[in-house]
């Protein structure tokens, strides 16, 4: 599992909804595609209106609260061929949402757009190759993947690839090589100027199958990352990783690595410990359950801090109470401690995200749906805290 393989899953089958959560929650809780089944093309068209309230613990002109009604509105399509050789998946939508009240912020109206493609090929029946591509544009932070800002910045751009060639040496015996590069890019140049970033990372695995459903594996990674406008937080680290595969049962897997995180940057060197889990479960199509995890270090809102060091940890729900009814909610959770030096103080921060939403179905391609966010910041910055909620209620129409 590479260093945020854990991205791509949800992203697969993302159909702008009209109540989406706060940010996109969890991106996704596995490192390749799902190709349960074949999905005919699908467009979801969906339309809402809600209420978001953000405000900032103490006054400061770079981040000003929100207090206003808003709507919004997109359209979305999905499709996947679960070929036996080459299964691939494709997942594209954008929306447009606006603020009718003068929120004091560079604009009332900010866009989305967000693809995700997803292909496998058995080459042989040794030899296998997937790739896994996600691209958003949008202004939500994303607290899961690490790579935005936890503060409302503005629009960004945010692309991830990842490609992994994998071969069974023998039936016990495999080994799986993988490169993934992910960039983000700010519209704003006062937050380009430190965010703006690119990241390389080269990872091997090798895996024992232990049974049919225990793998044991070793993996070593190594990671680079250029900022765009400044050279002084650009950091190399190296992964040394042990790890389990398991499944549960035929619809519930789990993966886990731990180990050592050897960072080092222009500011700082450290050993650190590095850990990740991902869980996902489905039962009947009515259930699914993605929990993930994950230690280390990230290069978000480094500013004039020496590094930042996070464990991250989110659970997403959906469950189908009959056909026309469905519940969903969502729970991630936060720390980051960030390293001081001789022009700043260590700071440490916890936030918590929830979100909740309701899906009724009144005609067979025509639902009705409700949501609710809540978000809190709290940091011994006291600049930075803040408490977010976040109400909608919409339409959506699938064809």
């Known amino acids: 599992m590479s260093s945020k393989s854990t991205l791509l899953y949800a992203a697969l089958t993302l159909a702008l909804g009209a109540v989406p959560a706060m940010g996109q929650g969890l991106l996704a809780m596995q490192q390749s595609a799902h190709f349960d089944r074949d999905e005919p093309l699908n467009w979801t068209i969906g339309v809402s209106g809600g209420y978001d309230s953000l405000n900032y613990n103490l006054e400061n002109p770079a981040y000003p609260n929100i207090d206003s009604y808003f709507i919004q509105g997109g359209i979305g399509a999905t499709y996947s061929d679960n070929d036996r050789v080459t299964p691939w998946s494709l997942a594209v939508n954008g929306g447009v949402l606006n603020y009718l009240d003068e929120a004091p912020r560079a604009r009332d109206t900010y866009y989305s757009a967000r693809v995700a493609f997803n292909i496998a090929h058995q080459v042989s029946e040794r030899l296998k190759f997937s790739n896994n591509f996600y691209g958003t544009y949008e202004a939500e932070p994303n607290y899961a993947m690490g790579a935005s800002t936890t503060l409302w910045n503005g629009q960004y751009f945010y692309g991830y690839n990842n490609f992994n060639l994998s071969y069974a040496w023998s039936r016990r015996f495999s080994s799986t090589t993988s490169y993934t590069v992910d960039t983000i890019r700010y519209q704003q140049d006062f937050v380009s100027a430190s965010e703006d970033r690119l990241s390389h990372l080269i990872a091997q695995q090798f895996a024992y199958q232990m049974n049919q459903k225990t793998a044991l594996v070793a993996e ?10 400044r050279n002084d937080v650009d950091s190399h680290s190296h992964f040394v990783l042990a790890g389990i595969n398991h499944a549960w049962s035929q619809r519930t897997t789990s993966s886990a690595r731990a180990g050592a995180e050897f960072y080092k940057s222009g500011r700082t060197s450290k050993v650190s410990p590095y850990a990740e889990f991902a869980l996902n479960y489905q039962a009947d199509r009515k259930t699914t359950v993605s929990w993930f995890s994950m230690l280390g270090y990230d290069g978000t809102e480094l500013q004039s801090y020496s590094d930042r060091y996070s464990f991250r940890t989110g659970i997403n729900a959906q469950h189908a109470v009959d056909r026309r009814l469905t519940l969903n ?27 909740a939403g309701v899906n009724y179905l009144l005609w067979e391609n025509f639902s009705v749906n409700a949501g609710y966010g809540y978000t809190i910041l709290k940091s011994s910055n006291e600049l930075r805290e803040f408490d977010r909620n976040r109400v909608t209620v919409g339409m959506s129409a699938t064809f």
């Open 329 to 355: 909610g969502g729970l991630s959770y936060v720390y980051s401690k960030f390293g001081g030096n001789a022009l700043v103080d260590e700071v440490t921060e916890n936030s918590v995200m929830v979100s």
């Open 220 to 229: 070593y990674r190594y990671r680079a990352v250029d900022y765009m406008h």
